[in-house]
């Protein structure tokens, strides 16, 4: 971070000075002649109002692992404190979530052990068969919790999602933005961000702290993760958390026609009450449809066996024969014993007729990127230490799809799991950060500390120039959403994207200005875009091979001698940024990884 | 424009807790809801779902204020 620090500090002085400095540009806005850079600041940073909390485990985000790990939390006994970016059921992508998988043992066509099988050969062996199998094994449980609660009664989960919470009076704090994660001595200690509406900074002292911050995009038109911006994965990273799967793709398709229109592109989705589905193991949402596009020109076609794929092409992602839409149904990577194992069930159909089960892609014409930036679910994000959602952090967890779990491996296997692995995630990790702050002690946080933390946090709400982080945020969605840099890739672009992407990183992220406390925000997320592209593109470069949603153009093939492994990002002490290889199926402690 | 208006608004403020992106405010003058920061809207009608009173419509276009090069 020294380095950084001082080579922002260099940037904005050279760029005052290029500007005609400080005076000249205050000159320019009191003028009334329109300067472009000019900060014209709405809100004084000094008079911002100053909170402490505090308790045992922090739950931050309030999507569907945030609910589950502050219930689980304090019915173990803890004492829980929610805080989110948005408002409880009501950010991130659970909102939009409307299928949960449920493993039902009294009716499931497979084991256990043949599910996780099955999710592993379409994974090509990039999950970890031990998140896979515990996703099913406790799926049922949580769903029938959220039937408790009244979820699959509505299409909107405020209500039931606030049930649990006010039923066992847990603090709950709405449109909070946190910014740090505060790590002392080695262990969490808390985190600190501010207020949307109220003129506040929060510090939350904490003995353990659960990321539930979902994962995040570049704010892609046509998907809704626009408030996603791998907030909890950064922040991680930030304090030394190790963090992997960046170089994994979701392949959503988006419309042509009103392309931003989220709600337009699922054909009314979202006003459909959630349901629950059985065993179905796909390959799906690779780059295989974006290649086409790419190869062959837009549009994108998706959907179901038959629809739109009377031109297939020859070379692109490997899809295992078995899970192959579009090949003859022998499958050629089965069993030793050559039998077809069952793929599941088919799944129900949700909701009614009329109310809307299409999702992007299905009717219309389609084209490719509308997730740009988003990995495979729960493919990113902190890497696990074991099958506890512990990060490398003592004290600090991750679940859903902050934590880089691995359960569906790195491309989407089992339908309606993303939902059902952020609810188990995020149980197992409220019990176990329970279990933790038992034995720590509330953290003390040095006044330098917080000083230091307050200073960077409203850093651009004080200058008098800069960049609008709409303006950094837009210049990085051209170097990182064309289809020709991270969806089909090669080593040549990926380099000159990120050199583009280091340019922002050391110039434009220091001089970042916010007029107010929503601009405040999109500061900080276009700071974590920043990173998460860095991360993308230099992860891309290194894996050598193509497998599951990461496609390289110079490199089509499998790689399985070099390439069975996890890139693991992390900061080195000089705040460099390092990439270890983790042997798939296996855990950092196991001390199969070396560093690349 | 994404969220075409908001009327008949009762300034219940539902709509400015939901929006996940910060669309929306409350106007400190007349309490009532107000499309505030109309370019970080991602057309995901949350904000319509949620309203008590049906007072908000939403248009699938989108345009963004035309942003100052290097601005």
């Known amino acids: 971070m020294t380095n950084v620090n001082t080579k922002n500090e260099m940037s904005r002085r050279k760029f005052m000075g290029l500007a005609g400095g400080a005076i000249g540009m205050a000159t320019l806005a009191s003028m009334g002649i329109p300067g472009w850079a000019a900060n014209k600041i709405k809100i004084d940073p000094e008079s911002l109002e100053y909170l402490e909390k505090e308790t045992d485990v922090l739950v931050i985000g309030g999507g569907m692992a945030g609910l589950f790990a502050a219930v689980k939390a304090h019915d173990a006994g803890a004492k829980a404190l929610m805080v989110s970016k948005g408002r409880l059921g009501s950010s991130g992508q659970t909102p939009f979530a409307k299928g949960i998988f449920a493993y039902d043992p009294s009716t499931a066509a497979m084991t256990l052990d043949e599910f996780t099988a099955t999710v592993s050969r379409s994974a090509l062996g990039s999950n970890n068969s031990v998140y896979t199998k515990q996703m099913a094994e406790h799926s049922l449980a949580r769903v029938n919790e959220l039937k408790d609660w009244g979820f699959f009664d509505s299409a909107l989960y405020n209500k039931s999602f606030s049930k649990p919470i006010n039923e066992r009076n847990i603090p709950l704090l709405e449109r909070i933005v946190i910014t740090n994660l505060i790590k002392e001595n080695g262990k969490i200690a808390g985190a600190a961000g501010f207020s949307l509406d109220e003129e506040k900074v929060y510090i939350f002292k904490a003995k353990s702290v659960i990321l539930c911050t979902g994962a995040g995009g570049f704010k892609p038109n046509g998907f809704p993760i626009c408030d996603l911006t791998h907030d909890g994965t950064i922040m991680a990273y930030n304090i030394g958390a190790k963090v992997t799967g960046k170089e994994w793709n979701d392949g959503h398709p988006g419309q042509a026609t009103n392309a931003a229109a989220c709600y337009d592109g699922w054909h009314g989705m979202f006003e459909r009450k959630p349901s629950v589905n059985g065993i179905e193991v796909h390959h799906d949402l690779g780059v295989d449809l974006n290649y086409m596009a790419y190869t062959n020109g837009n549009p994108v076609q998706m959907g179901p066996p038959g629809a739109g794929e009377s031109n297939p092409i020859s070379g692109g992602p490997y899809i295992p024969a078995e899970f192959n839409r579009m090949s003859s149904d022998k499958p050629k990577d089965g069993p030793e014993d050559g039998k077809k194992p069952p793929r599941g069930e088919r799944p129900e159909k949700g909701g009614k007729p009329g109310e809307g089960d299409a999702p992007p892609g299905m009717g219309g014409t389609s084209v490719g990127g509308s997730s740009a930036g988003m990995s495979i679910h729960k493919s990113e994000g902190l890497v696990p230490i074991n099958d506890k959602c512990e990060s490398t952090i003592p004290g600090l967890y991750a679940a859903g799809d902050a934590l880089g779990s691995y359960m569906a491996g790195a491309i989407y296997t089992q339908i309606g799991s993303s939902l059902a692995g952020s609810a188990v995630q995020g149980a197992i990790a409220g019990e176990a950060a329970a279990v933790y702050s038992e034995s720590a002690n509330t953290p003390v946080i040095s006044k330098a500390k917080i000083k230091a933390l307050q200073e960077e946090m409203l850093a651009p709400l004080h200058r008098e120039a800069g960049y609008s982080p709409a303006w950094v945020t837009q210049t990085l969605q051209g170097i990182m959403i064309p289809n020709f840099v991270l969806y089909v890739k090669k080593e040549s672009m990926l380099k000159a994207a990120l050199a583009y992407v280091e340019e922002l990183r050391d110039h434009h992220a220091p001089m970042l200005r916010a007029a107010d406390l929503h601009e405040l925000r999109l500061v900080h997320e276009t700071k974590n875009m920043i990173a998460t592209a860095e991360m993308k593109l230099k992860a891309s470069i290194l894996r050598k091979e193509s497998r599951c949603s990461h496609y390289r153009l110079d490199y089509p093939e499998l790689d399985n001698e070099n390439w069975q492994a996890w890139i693991n990002i992390f900061k080195d002490e000089e705040g460099n940024m390092q990439f270890e290889k983790q042997a798939f199926n296996s855990w950092p402690n196991e001390n199969l990884f070396h560093q690349i | ?71």
């Not at chain 2, 996940?20 to 409350?26: Q, S």
């Open chain 2, 1 to 71: 424009m994404a969220i075409e208006n908001i009327n008949g608004c009762i300034g219940c403020g539902i709509c400015v807790q939901t929006c996940p992106t910060d669309v929306i405010r409350l106007d400190p003058k007349t309490k009532k809801a107000i499309i505030k920061y109309p370019a970080d809207c991602q057309i995901c009608h949350l904000c319509r779902m949620y309203c008590p009173v049906d007072a908000i419509s939403i248009t699938p276009e989108k345009s963004i204020p035309v942003i100052v090069s290097w601005g």
